[in-house]
């Protein structure tokens, strides 16, 4: 069975950092490129970044550009993103996904605000 | 003008058909691209239904009904989802995607509502 579990989410002030991970389990992971999606409250879907999944090249939405950073450690099966730099605009549910393979995990919270 | 442009909403009928469009933005291909799509309910993550690019290159999601189908209207630079029988667990956000340009765009999804 695939599972994919998100952790790392919470309450951060503006001008904050937070690490998301998300653990992969039941297909290749080493093998799968990987992407963070976030949902706004009552809004659609948003592609944040992805992760190559050899060579680690990596994408990002222009409103993640310069402030967050997607990682990967395939010994681990597990996904990173590094925020910095948190803005209001950032709050919304954070899922992890093989957008590809149909594989999403079941979201992380993150909340910005003072 | 977005990538990708969805109708905001659809009401269908139980028993009926309907069917969600994904327009691509001018100048963008629909015939180059696999439109994948995806349904959401109210509190869950989003559920691979299918992803179509042409009838030799699709995709059903492990356990999606064969009422789920995909096609495309090449005159419109549109994917399509065609859910047929429709049923009231069908009533749900549908969101479509395509990878351009080295990031995953979404549309803004469909809701629609079977009544």
């Known amino acids: 069975e695939v599972q994919l579990v998100e952790s790392g989410g919470g309450l951060v002030q503006p001008g904050g950092s937070l690490r998301l991970s998300c653990t992969a389990s039941?297909?290749?992971?080493?093998?799968?490129?990987m992407n963070w999606v976030r949902q706004h409250p009552g809004k659609g879907l948003e592609w944040v970044s992805g992760?190559?999944?050899?060579?680690?090249?990596?994408y990002y939405a222009d409103s993640a550009k310069g402030r967050f950073t997607i990682s990967r450690d395939n010994s681990k099966n597990t996904l990173f993103l590094q925020m910095n730099s948190l803005r209001a605009d950032d709050t919304a549910i954070y899922y992890c996904?093989?957008?590809?393979?149909?594989?999403w995990g079941q979201g992380t919270l993150v909340t910005v605000s003072s | 003008q977005a990538v990708l442009t969805q109708p905001s909403s659809l009401s269908a009928s139980p028993g009926a058909s309907a069917s969600l469009t994904c327009t691509l933005r001018s100048g963008i291909n629909v015939g180059t691209y696999r439109i994948y799509w995806y349904q959401q309910k109210p509190g869950s993550p989003p559920q691979y239904l299918l992803r179509?690019?042409?009838?030799?290159?699709?995709?059903?999601g492990s356990g999606v009904p064969s009422r789920f189908s995909g096609s495309k209207d090449a005159s419109a630079n549109a994917g399509i989802l065609l859910i047929s029988g429709l049923q009231s667990e069908d009533e749900a956000d549908y969101y479509c995607?395509?990878?351009?340009?080295?990031?995953?765009?979404f549309g803004g999804g469909t809701k629609l509502t079977v009544l």
């Open positions: 039941g297909f290749t992971f080493s093998k799968s490129g």
């Open positions: 996904a093989n957008v590809h393979d149909g594989y």
């Open positions: 992760i190559n999944p050899s060579d680690g090249g990596t």
């Open positions: 179509y690019k042409s009838d030799s290159d699709k995709n059903q």
């Open positions: 995607t395509i990878w351009h340009n080295g990031a995953w765009v």
